[in-house]
């Protein structure tokens, strides 16, 4: 039998091996091969991603980041507006974080044996717990699709109904749970079948009894301030919602997966509408501080022990790397600062200062709508101007592709300005604001200024902005 000591011995042993390939450095390999990142990705990966940012110019080499900000190899700072479709809320590399990481590293647990109960998953569950007092129990797994998957199997089951009903536009992920639903149809088609689902208009109180009325509804799974686009729910809906759908015997899911952890300037945002407590909550993203996946699903204790019913279904709805140290730990962590800094005040304020500057500006340029959103999420909308010189260029790109405008805004964002955006989703000619909830007046300064430089541009009826759009028409054309 080998003794503990032993296999320490054989394993410091094996470490000794000088030979050919034996030492893993993984410094020595970024040094030798960084420079061939994009070839690798359309080599082995997914080939169409080096080939869009290559065609819109953000192949860029980044080569560190903190906070929110990277630097490229010559030393150029980039801000970052986008946190990595929000993952990374604390900024990246927080050293709290990191802290937390090197030291369950370090503490070597007797991690993911299965068959024992550590205490970090029960810690933070209960941390998440104190910001949820209408939930009890949480289920811990890898990622925002899959906290969707496990709020869509626990209502199933929970009510024994099949269908789910979602929203318009909604995103909850790309699994084939979460994709049935997904309100975007470019996602969905062509992996039919699907699960039983109907989408209804997000504020649509009739088309959802409609719905209810038909007995076989499970649960409304609803994110109370779409991703894709960044529209809010209707002051009101979600609590008028919460009461139909119980009044039929289904369940409420907020999707919290990209708007919570004080993404809009409350924990959740389903919070900033009073009275509204969902059966069922899924959160991600921010959770892991940018470091390792997690994803969290919270519901109320009935909804729990009716799926786990008896030991004989103990795991019945599992995760083979949920609850693993290195992503409790971050959680906490990421707790811990969201709690000591005053994150979420912080993305009340800094998001009303932005939005409300951004907003000012709708007079001065034609090209640009609306301004809306909440806290750190904000979505800036443009739309055909009154002037013909420009809207004839608007019509001219609409009719090439939607979307392409709220494109030539970003690129020169970038380029430019050194700023990073995203265009909020296919087919919109809205740009999505979703920074790490650490930014400040400085970064405000700095995305009005070049926003407003790009907006002159694109109002003076030349320049490089416009030669951009030539670029992407023909792109758009040559792709259909």
């Not at 088609?189 to 038909?214: H, S």
């Not at 409304?220 to 809010?232: A, C, D, F, S």
């Not at 409350?266 to 470091?291: H, I, N, R, T, W």
């Not at 009935?302 to 971050?330: C, E, P, T």
Request: with cysteine.
């Amino acid at each position: 039998m080998t003794t503990p000591e032993q296999a320490t011995e054989d394993a410091g042993g094996a470490g000794q091996d000088t030979g050919p390939g034996a030492v893993f450095d993984l410094g020595r390999l970024l040094a030798d091969r960084s420079g061939e990142r994009y070839e690798l990705h359309a080599r082995h990966l997914n080939h169409q991603l080096p080939r869009m940012l290559h065609t819109i110019g953000f192949d860029k080499v980044y080569d560190r980041a903190e906070g929110a900000y990277f630097w490229d190899t010559e030393g150029n700072d980039y801000l970052d507006m986008l946190a990595g479709f929000g993952v990374m809320g604390v900024g990246r590399h927080h050293p709290v974080v990191r802290k937390a990481l090197h030291d369950v590293l370090d503490a070597s647990l007797a991690d993911l044996t299965r068959f024992d109960c550590q205490p970090l998953p029960g810690l933070l569950a209960e941390r998440l717990l104190e910001h949820s007092p209408h939930l009890d129990r949480v289920f811990f797994g890898n990622s925002g699709a899959e906290a969707v998957e496990t709020a869509l199997k626990f209502a199933r089951y929970a009510t024994g109904r099949p269908r789910i009903l979602y929203c318009s536009h909604a995103f909850h992920g790309l699994t084939t749970g979460a994709l049935s639903v997904n309100g975007e149809g470019g996602f969905r088609d062509g992996f039919a079948p699907l699960l039983p689902d109907t989408a209804v208009q997000l504020g649509d109180l009739d088309a959802l009894e409609r719905e209810l009325k038909r007995g076989d509804v499970a649960a409304l799974v609803v994110e109370p301030i779409q991703g894709k686009g960044v529209h809010e729910s209707p002051p009101g809906y979600l609590k008028a919602a919460q009461e139909l759908l119980h009044r039929h015997k289904a369940l409420l899911i907020a999707d919290e997966v990209q708007t919570g952890l004080g993404r809009t300037g409350d924990f959740y945002a389903y919070q900033y509408e009073e009275g509204v407590e969902p059966d069922l909550v899924c959160v991600a993203k921010a959770l892991s501080g940018g470091y390792v996946p997690v994803g969290a699903t919270l519901g109320k204790d009935w909804i729990f022990k009716k799926v786990y019913s008896s030991m004989d279904r103990v795991l019945v709805h599992s995760a083979s790397f949920g609850s693993n140290a290195q992503a409790m730990a971050a959680g906490l962590a990421v707790l811990a600062v969201l709690a000591d800094e005053q994150l979420v005040a912080n993305a009340r304020a800094t998001g009303d200062l932005l939005r409300s500057r951004l907003a000012a500006l709708t007079d001065r340029y034609e090209l640009l709508h609306e301004v809306r959103g909440r806290g750190l999420m904000i979505g800036i909308e443009f739309g055909r101007p009154k002037s013909l010189k420009l809207r004839s260029r608007w019509t001219v790109l609409q009719a090439a592709r939607k979307g392409l405008f709220a494109q030539m805004v970003v690129v020169p964002l970038l380029q430019k300005h050194r700023i990073l955006t995203q265009v909020s989703g296919d087919h919109l000619e809205v740009i999505k604001l979703i920074p790490p909830l650490t930014i400040g007046e400085r970064e405000v300064d700095r995305f009005v200024a070049a926003f407003t430089a790009v907006m002159d541009d694109a109002h003076s009826g030349g320049g490089l902005m416009w030669d951009f759009g030539r670029t992407l028409m023909k792109q758009a054309v040559a792709t259909r």
